[in-house]
């Protein structure tokens, strides 16, 4: 009977993963603690001296850098002026009695949340392994919103450790822990893991946004860097710009103009392309320039669902009307990121929204036959000129992506803290970084100086691109440095200042936490919501429904359960802001 029960028990769970929707959670923006990594190297010097440790320690072997996601310096190789939001702990935070490589032969197991298959093994991995003594087996990944998650769970068959978005569980991450497939890290990160404990303890609104309203801390966090929470926003054919005697575009109308002219005098079968990501939902867009965005955000202390915005459906009759001029890609709907690439590199489209080092590898594919070429950031437009743009791509310190939670049928529970408690270091942060010192990096005068594999590749590889083997700079658990990644060309060095200059951050909604009741409830309600919204949003902009019957739809959304889900929102926000 208990069989069964657990049976029945497991295909109620996996029915639940398979409807699941992801709801985007964001988290409140905070104050920077500035740190230098001045101080970093002073740490790592008195740590040698001490001998408390035999040997540096680890750091997460498996997400990569994404290219999107670094921010970068001019083509100097030098750290330069390197501050980031948090410092990783001290030494003393190391426990007396433990050091590393960890003693034993101990492997572990680890899965990621990028869904496909075992990842290629890389430098890091293998610095990583000698540092801490623990050997990873990676299981390749898959997102938790995916099938194949649920069906992991269902089978018992668990990773030591598995990267996720656990803020995005069914009944949420309380309900992981008490479902038992993860373990509540409480105890454990009192015995086993002192770096991030005195990181929090240090860090106390970081501290907030990582655990649950109950205090239950359930994953290792991945927390951004102050500069690497800016990473992507609108890019533009500044050549183009210049031929036709015009500026770069800052509200809708002047890029009404430009992408007008981008079509007719420079025949741009596809004078802005993105992919459907790019629509609101996510950075902001076009969007922003209506004030609003897609899914959840806050206005004054209230949470708002920005698809029932007035402003959303003035955003997509203008999109509606830039279609039907053939101002956006008619591809739109379908494309993948390899297409957008091609048709801005071969003069078929003049703008897009993309990361930071798209313009890097657009300038870099560019000028090796048209010297004259260059794409440059362009701001978030703005209601009217003159005005700071209202949203934006604007990530927070936690949110929620990346989190480390250790599974509740590890062996060694020990051996998997210690691994993950590596990446707050000051020595496991400076891999994470900068990567092997000797191989990507230097030491001169206290800073991290890149070696030529970083700024001059052999290879020709983008500084981004040999990153991606020898460091993790994002996406993974730990404390993010700002690595002043070196750029070939200053465009791409300057975008991040020009994307920054929004007012997203007084709208972003922390990483809540609904109760497990309110999270089953907000899960059932978002589903079909979330399927509507998309259908719709591509049927006005097709040019297939009027936008005039917009309208029906949000009353369809209110029908739909919305206002409730608005309301178990708000209470977890309230909740939150209590902690």
Known sequence: MLILFLRFDQWILHIAHCLHTRISLHCRGIKPVKYHYMEVVILMKSFTKKKIHKSLLLLFGLTLLSAGCSNSSNSSNSSGNNESAFS???????AADFSYPMAGNVELTFMNEKLGGTPERLPIDDEYEKRTGIKIKQLGGTPMTDQKFSLMLASGELPDIFLNTWLQYPGGPDKAV??????????????????????????????????TDDGTYYAFPFIRSEAGRVYGGPIIRKDWLDELKLTVPQTIDEWHTVLTAFKEKKNASAPVTFRTMFLGERTGGFAGAFGVMGNFYVNDGKVVYGYLEPG????????????????????????????????????????????????????????????????????????AKGQTPEFG??????????????????????????????????????????????????????????TDLVVNNPEGLGSDQVMLKYSHGTNFPMIQQDNDLPAKFAQTSEAIDIWK???????????????????????????????????????????????????????????????????????????????
Not at 88 to 94: L, Y
Not at 508 to 536: F, G, H
């Open 88 to 94: 990783p702990a001290s030494d003393e935070a190391a």
């Open 178 to 211: 008490e479902q038992g497939y993860i373990l509540k890290l409480n105890d454990l990160m009192d015995k086993y893991a002192p770096n991030l404990k005195r990181t929090l303890e240090e860090h106390p609104e970081i501290d907030k946004m990582i655990k």
């Open 312 to 383: 959303y459906k003035d955003y997509l009759k203008t999109m509606a009307q830039w279609y039907k001029e053939g101002l956006i890609d008619k591809d739109f709907a379908s494309i993948d990121a390899a297409t957008v690439d091609k048709k801005m590199t071969s003069n078929e489209s003049g703008a897009t929204i993309g990361w930071q080092f798209y313009i890097e590898s657009y300038n870099s594919a560019m000028q090796e036959t048209d010297k004259k070429a260059s794409f440059v950031a362009a701001p978030y437009p703005a209601a």
């Open 393 to 450: 791509q604007l990530d927070n310190a936690y949110a929620g992506t990346s989190s480390a939670a250790i599974s509740a049928t590890t062996k060694n529970p020990e051996a998997a803290m210690r691994w993950l408690d590596y990446a707050y270091t000051p020595e496991g942060s400076l891999l994470n970084t900068f990567g092997i010192e000797g191989t990507t990096y230097t030491m001169e005068n206290g800073k991290a100086k890149y």
């Open 501 to 579: 200059k929004t007012n997203h951050e007084s709208h972003l909604l922390p990483p809540i936490t609904p109760t497990a009741e309110e999270s089953d409830e907000m899960s059932s309600i978002m589903n079909d919501i979330n399927a509507l919204v998309k259908e719709t949003e591509l049927k006005i902009i097709l040019g297939t429904e009027p936008v005039e019957n917009y309208d029906k739809y949000v009353q369809q959304m209110k029908d739909m359960g919305i206002e409730r889900a608005l309301e178990i929102q708000q209470a977890a926000y309230e909740r939150y802001m209590k902690r």
